[in-house]
Each structure stands twice: as C-alpha cells, then as structure tokens.
C-alpha cells in the first residue's frame, strides 16, 4: 500500500504561481509512475501531468502544456507540480496519484491508478 498526501494548495490571483507537492509513505514510489489529476467544481476529474518512474517521460493535459511541470524526488519520495501562469479555469482539487502497471511510461488514464490522494484545493482568482 502507499499512502500519499498532498499539500501546497491555496489561493493565488491570475497569473500566478502555486506549487503542490505529494509526500509518500508506506512503500518507495521509485517503482510507480505519478501523476496529477483535477476537478473543478461540478466537472468530473481529469488528467492534468504525469510522470514516469525514472522522470525520463512526462505528459501533460494540452490546458497546461507549457505552464506547469511535474517533477519528482524517489529519494524523498514526493512529486511536485509546480504551476506558473495560473487561470481561473485551473481552480480544482488536485489529486496526486501512483500507478504501478506501467510505471515506465507517463500515464494518463485515471482508472490505471492504484493508489490515491486526498487532495488540496487550488483557487486562482480573476
């Protein structure tokens, strides 16, 4: 089992910066793939970046290319998304997630992940 707990939400205007992160325990996270995931109030949750086990691959949701960046530490084990540019649009629960299937590849599919988070709430305000 690996519990994982994130942190870092808050409130943020446009245009600015948040950075969660995802601390794990349990088992060592060097052998899953990571990934976050988002919901927005009344919308279902979805993919937001990946991550695979070494850090070689990552892929992120078209709505956040280029704005955010997943990284992670296994020697630590967490994962972080760090989140530059932020819109109202990105106010959700942010999820972080641990997938062992395929943990060389960056995953997308929210029904590929065994393990989830709680989540931390993000607001961006216009």
């Known amino acids: 089992q690996v519990q994982l707990v994130e942190s870092g939400g808050g409130s943020v205007q446009a245009g600015g910066s948040l950075r969660v992160s995802c601390a794990a325990s349990?088992?060592?996270?060097?052998?899953?793939?990571m990934g976050w995931f988002r919901q927005a109030p009344g919308k279902e949750r979805e993919f937001a970046a990946a991550?695979?086990?070494?850090?070689?691959?990552?892929n992120y949701a078209d709505s956040v290319k280029g704005r955010f960046t997943i990284s992670r530490d296994n020697a630590k084990n967490t994962v972080s998304l760090q989140m530059n540019s932020l819109k109202p649009e990105d106010t959700a629960v942010y999820y972080c997630?641990?997938?062992?299937?395929?943990?060389?590849?960056?995953?997308?599919?929210?029904?590929?992940?065994?393990?989830w988070g709680q989540g931390t709430r993000v607001t961006v305000s216009s």
């Open positions: 997630a641990a997938d062992s299937s395929r943990p060389g590849l960056s995953v997308t599919n929210s029904d590929e992940y065994d393990f």
């Open positions: 349990g088992r060592t996270i060097s052998s899953y793939a």
């Open positions: 991550i695979s086990w070494s850090g070689a691959n990552t």
